[in-house]
């Protein structure tokens, strides 16, 4: 069971990070890897915290918020998969915390486009925010308030689904500890792809930029050889 | 309010200046809200009420180059521009404002710190030194984009786009985005080294995350939203199936 102290700590974490994916700064605490190892800290687990932010992170790698483009949300969600993965603990409990993290990750990408629309009925119309400089000022901050808000809501929904996940999981789940990170390291190979196709386009010709990747290729296995 | 404390101000400010974003005005709530502080620093004779419903209108580019428009802005109300000078100014930054900064931001520079931070986690740096690293190196770059922004913009005003040409920001993308390859070569070859912990058959796994990067590289940018509902699919399967036990070699 979680300490109230605990649970108001994640909330405020919701809140802020919720904020910082748009609404305020954007310094990238709303990165499921920050955000996620911030979580497993408030809960004790630091490493699992990173476990948990850094697989979702792997599968949100390639999406890029240009010009408002509907994404998924993953920052807010690695803390209600943190919760999970503590919880339940063990492989099952990365797992099932992984999954969640990417359902809430698209939730909070749905309750953004609301967020959205509804910035649009505080701000009201042109010729009423042109009213006075206190109207606009309070309109604009109104708006902020209600993403925190939002931020703070898919978190507490967050929490109590993850809390609730039954044990008997276990059962179900036949992966060890460590062939499941890399299980749910799969749809980060696929956005490493999709990097690589975006970031190659920038080499005259293909021949550089493979060359590049081979070094690196060789470079990194070559790392882990010598780390045994 | 001197020049310095109108830049801080901007600056900070600029920091919310995403806080309304909505699909009518986009940013331009935002905006507007920005530049109150140049409300009673303007000269000309418009109404404060016609100035706010000017500078809250449409607008749409990076929010770490916003800062940039900003200055921009406020150079020229204060200088006591004519308004339709003015709007027709702010609609030209919109779109070399939005496109240079998601080239540069979005689409190389924080994926690039994205795979550092998460090579380095791999590799088995501390988490409180991954998430430090991490938010320390992406923010020098942010922090001094929206600071350089604010102070280019208040400098040369209606001659700012030759300050955004001598910046380069396609240059530093490309620069970035070359490291990114040679990065993302090291993070494939060690998930190959590792194998990430996986038992045999290794072969299933490999070819399972070869086929998965190929596919994105085949697919590009039009496959990214599918990430998350990847990941979901994949758990969902494995443990529908109870799959694991024979897929891992007894110990």
Not at chain 2, 147 to 155: D, I, K, M, R, T
Request: glycine share 16%; net charge positive; with cysteine.
């Amino acid at each position: 069971m979680l300490e109230p102290v605990v649970v108001g700590a994640l909330l405020l974490l919701g809140a802020w990070v919720a904020l910082d994916g748009t609404s305020f700064a954007q310094v990238m605490v709303s990165r499921p890897l920050v955000s996620g190892t911030l979580a497993g800290w408030i809960l004790g687990d630091a490493g699992l915290g990173l476990l948990v932010g850094g697989l979702l992170e792997a599968a949100h790698l390639g999406a890029v918020p240009a010009g408002g483009a509907r994404i998924a949300e993953p920052g807010p969600a690695a803390i209600p998969a943190v919760v999970a993965a503590i919880s339940l603990g063990g492989a099952v409990g990365v797992a099932a915390g992984v999954a969640q993290g990417a359902l809430w990750s698209v939730l909070g990408g749905a309750s953004m486009v609301w967020q959205r629309r509804l910035n649009g009925v505080v701000l009201g119309p042109l010729e009423e925010l042109g009213g006075s400089e206190r109207s606009l000022s309070r309109r604009h901050l109104a708006c902020v308030a209600l993403d925190a808000l939002r931020g703070t809501l898919l978190v507490a929904t967050g929490i109590v689904v993850a809390v609730m996940l039954p044990a008997s999981l276990e059962q179900s789940w036949g992966f060890d500890g460590r062939s499941t990170p890399g299980i749910l390291a799969l749809p980060g190979a696929f956005a490493g792809g999709a990097l690589l196709r975006r970031w190659s386009t920038v080499f005259r010709g293909t021949r550089r930029g493979a060359a590049l990747f081979a070094g690196g290729l060789f470079a990194g296995w070559l790392l882990t050889s010598a780390m045994g | 309010m001197s020049d310095r404390s109108l830049k801080w101000q901007l600056v900070l400010r600029s920091l919310l200046i995403q806080g309304s974003w909505n699909y009518r005005t986009l940013l331009g709530a935002g905006v507007g809200w920005a530049l109150l502080p140049v409300l009673r620093k303007r000269r000309g004779a418009e109404p404060p009420s016609a100035w706010i419903a000017r500078q809250t209108a449409h607008f749409n580019a990076h929010p770490y180059l916003t800062p940039l428009a900003l200055g921009a802005l406020a150079r020229a109300e204060t200088g006591g521009a004519e308004p339709e000078r003015v709007q027709r100014f702010r609609d030209a930054l919109r779109g070399p404002l939005g496109s240079l900064g998601d080239g540069f931001v979005w689409g190389s520079w924080r994926p690039l710190c994205i795979l550092t931070a998460l090579l380095a986690g791999v590799l088995g740096a501390p988490p409180s030194a991954v998430v430090i690293g991490f938010i320390v190196v992406y923010n020098v770059a942010h922090l001094a984009i929206r600071g350089w922004g604010v102070g280019l913009g208040l400098e040369m005003g209606f001659t700012v786009a030759e300050g955004i040409r001598r910046m380069d920001l396609p240059g530093w993308a490309e620069r970035t985005a070359k490291m990114g390859v040679l990065i993302l070569g090291v993070a494939s070859g060690v998930a190959l080294g590792l194998g990430l912990g996986f038992s045999p058959p290794r072969i299933l796994f490999l070819g399972a995350a070869s086929a998965s990067f190929v596919i994105g590289f085949l697919g590009g940018e039009s496959l990214q939203r599918w990430g998350p509902i990847l990941l979901l699919g994949i758990v969902l399967t494995a443990f529908a199936a109870g799959a694991g036990p024979w897929l891992v070699a007894p110990e």
